[in-house]
């Protein structure tokens, strides 16, 4: 296994250098490369085939309550970019803007969407007439783009892709149960199929999608301890139906305004997958993510019977996994560490006296454990084992969240989590934006989310010492 | 009925103005809307589901073959595009170009891909070295941008969706064979699901794609006479190999470039589909590529039963074809000319009297045929019905293409079926640029392939008189 070894020891120690064990990792596990193209990403086949796990299973829970997918245009004329004043102002200084076409100049800059609302505006004002044709469910997937000064793979680059879903409504009671109900689905998606425990709350004013009412947001935490937005879900109210004349006539005729959403999650879950779970040794797949979710390796795999016999398991596995064998001529012990590099679930190992015991070793990435079964078994034990790493991942991160979240009642104790415990800060807050822009500017942490469930961990602000309203997570964050 | 003959009138007729029939059926079958983006569409829902449906099939078989799906960035710096002569030539008049980001002028301008040829080849000249990371078989789903003056929704805008496929090889044997398999996918795409017969065949030098060896291509005939080019697949040599330096060493440790292809099919499938199906009542969608096959309309809805019933139909066929219930309280006989406005399949009726004989009746949307059918064989009939029209629908397709095949051996003829007959002129071609550019000033047509299936209608170019090399399908086209 020396040369194992070797291979493991070209990543950086997460704990030494958090910021370059994760660049290591992107390289290594073949995740993302840089293009020429400032600011963007080239994402590799296994880092998409686990955004098209992603997309596979929102698409069919979209679709399931009734959402159906468009496509709009990708660029936004200038004017109907100001149309809400709000919005222009988050966004403008941020976009891509197209100005020729060929060697013509264009009369009327476009800008490459950065979030494509001004776009559904313009076309449900046009198709909706009547409260018959509400609600609308659309949902689009793309990406967009917003010019970043400094760009990490995944969690911040100039372009990514995303889905970003835009509904329309009769009243302002369902539109709300839209919002937190795609909110629950990506919690759904973090918690149940990427392992990720996530925190949901509302964000502050400072802090929620420019030309909106209320942003919900699930909240992640890092294995390095800062926070990470992991997605967002914006009732709207009649901000937009206003600027954008979105009407329809109600059962009685009279023209009404409709009641707006959108939501979206990013290729930035990636990035999380990476920071929640990865280790020294690499990538930690979360198994129903996983492009391959056990990797056959043989063992002598030039010995009588062996390549068969390794065949023969792949082609059964594949009825219950997504299996891969890999029947080059590299050391198996090469195999280990690149399968180990790629974060796969199981590794299966198979040689001439496993095949002479009609059984394998079963390897799990998340604990390094290996377990003898027999071959008639793998069909039960290979779903099984999936499930337990999943459970086994989602405690071990939910356990790190624990360990990381410090309740502070004054702005020394504040400090003292960021700077040495890290993680989240749970602290009370009077309400004021003077008090946020104090403590990011004395701490660097913003403010994460006040959470759904409140506590009043003490009645006075954190900040200020006025009487406080809200319990807020605070934290440094991607 | 007369409601339902009154919204059909809605729309001109096919043989009247064709193209006002087009921009009718795209309009009242909700297919696609303008947005104030000049050039650019909204792909509504329904447009989009076939747009889905083509997706899912074609990403099956690129998988099956071995293919991977990446993502690379939407932007192309100048110097990029620059790097293949031919390539920058043909694409620059047509491209758009992002000169800031927010207010700042960028330092180089980009431009927003129009194909990503140099992209893939600036990233495959990083990552391979050897012979053994051989081939590279990728894919890429995203929409790109071609600057047009004038445009019609899905048959030309400025961004339309699309598949690229780019592939490197070791061989050009191997090279050559990739680029025609992935023709026959998209032949088979095109016959097997969307009931659309093509020729198969090879693109003029004045025709090939900018920067490659050799373009073959599917041509599609539609309902007026007019050709359109319905896929591509290139064969780039090793141009690109050159220009960008995609090199690796062989078995013996010899640095050698690559053989490439690329590969796409676009979101003008879908205005294939109008112009190869459609009738005067609308659209026409291929039974295996529709987002509904089977509308339930129920008669008297308000008596006892019918409903329960209708929603227990809809249950049982939902486990063997995509099915929907409309229960709104429009009139039978709306409803009956807004399927078919949308080219439902089958539409399933079914009323008190049905329910006594326990029978439905299916009306097919090819034929307007009805037939009555025992409740208890519907698992039976309705997957037999739907490959009997799809296969109907093909018949009638392909009976057109033969009409209007015509064979010309002079100017004269050539003219007469151009001008009167519509349809592909079969003709001989002395293989000079000059009788080509000729004949499309003449006639407005434009050599649209050599098939595969050479004959010799003549010996003389339909031309110029001289020797004939090769018979060439033309035609004017979409």
Redesign the interface.
Request: glycine content about 2%; some cysteine; overall charge negative.
């Given at each position: 296994m020396s040369k194992s070894k070797k291979l493991v020891k070209e990543i950086t120690s997460r704990d030494e250098d958090f910021a370059q064990w994760y660049t290591d990792i992107v390289k290594k596990a073949e995740l993302a490369?840089y293009?020429?193209?400032k600011g963007?990403?080239?994402?590799?086949?296994y880092a998409?085939?686990m955004?098209?796990s992603i997309q596979s299973y929102l698409d069919k829970k979209f679709k399931e309550t009734g959402h159906?997918?468009?496509?709009?245009?990708?660029?936004?004329?200038e004017?109907?970019l100001q149309k809400e004043k709000d919005h222009v102002e988050g966004f403008?200084?941020?976009?891509?803007?197209?100005?020729?076409?060929?060697?013509e100049e264009l009369t009327e800059k476009?800008c490459?969407r950065p979030t494509s609302e001004t776009?559904f505006c313009?076309?449900y004002a046009?198709?909706v007439q009547s409260y018959k044709d509400l609600p609308k469910l659309?949902n689009q997937w793309?990406?967009v783009?917003r010019?970043e000064k400094t760009t990490r793979p995944f969690l911040r680059t100039t372009?990514f892709?995303w889905q970003e879903g835009h509904t329309i409504h009769e009243t302002k009671e369902e539109a709300e149960n839209e919002t937190k109900r795609m909110l629950n689905t990506y919690a759904d998606l973090c918690e149940n199929v990427l392992a990720i425990p996530v925190l949901k709350g509302r964000k502050t004013e400072k802090e929620k999608f420019a030309g909106g009412e209320a942003t919900y947001t699930i909240e992640a935490l890092m294995h390095d301890g800062k926070a990470l937005q992991a997605g967002t879900s914006h009732f709207l109210g009649q901000n937009f139906a206003k600027s954008f004349g979105m009407q329809y006539s109600d059962k009685e005729g009279k023209l009404q305004y409709v009641y707006q959403t959108s939501w979206g999650v990013t290729t930035r879950l990636i990035g999380a997958i990476i920071m929640v779970h990865g280790d020294d040794n690499g990538l930690v797949v979360p198994p129903r993510i996983a492009p391959i979710q056990v990797i056959i390796v043989p063992v002598a795999q030039h010995k009588d019977g062996v390549l068969e016999k390794a065949n023969e398991l792949k082609d059964r596995i594949a009825k219950i996994a997504r299996v891969k064998l890999d029947d080059s001529d590299k050391m198996p012990g090469w195999k280990f560490s690149e399968y180990e590099m790629k974060g796969v679930p199981i590794r299966l190992e198979v040689g001439p006296r496993d095949i002479e015991n009609n059984q394998v070793v079963l390897a799990r990435r998340d604990t390094g454990d290996k377990i003898t079964v027999s071959m008639d078994d793998l069909e039960t034990k290979i779903p099984e084992l999936l499930d337990d790493i999943h459970n086994n991942m989602f405690e071990k991160a939910k356990k790190n969240v624990e360990e990381k979240t410090h309740t502070a009642v004054n702005m020394d104790e504040f400090k003292d989590i960021v700077e040495n415990k890290t993680g989240f800060v749970k602290a009370m807050w009077c309400g004021d934006r003077e008090c946020e822009d104090k403590i990011r500017e004395e701490t660097g942490a913003t403010s994460r989310c006040m959470p759904f469930e409140q506590e009043e961990v003490s009645d006075t602000c954190v900040c200020c010492g006025k009487k406080a309203k809200k319990l807020v997570y605070w934290g440094r964050a991607y």
């Open positions: 490369d293009s020429s193209v963007c990403m080239i994402i590799r086949p998409y085939a955004w098209e159906q997918n468009v496509y709009m245009p990708m660029f936004i004329p004017s109907l403008a200084p941020e976009v891509a803007w197209v100005t020729h076409s060929g060697d476009l490459v776009l313009e076309h046009k198709i659309y793309c990406s783009v010019c372009e892709l």
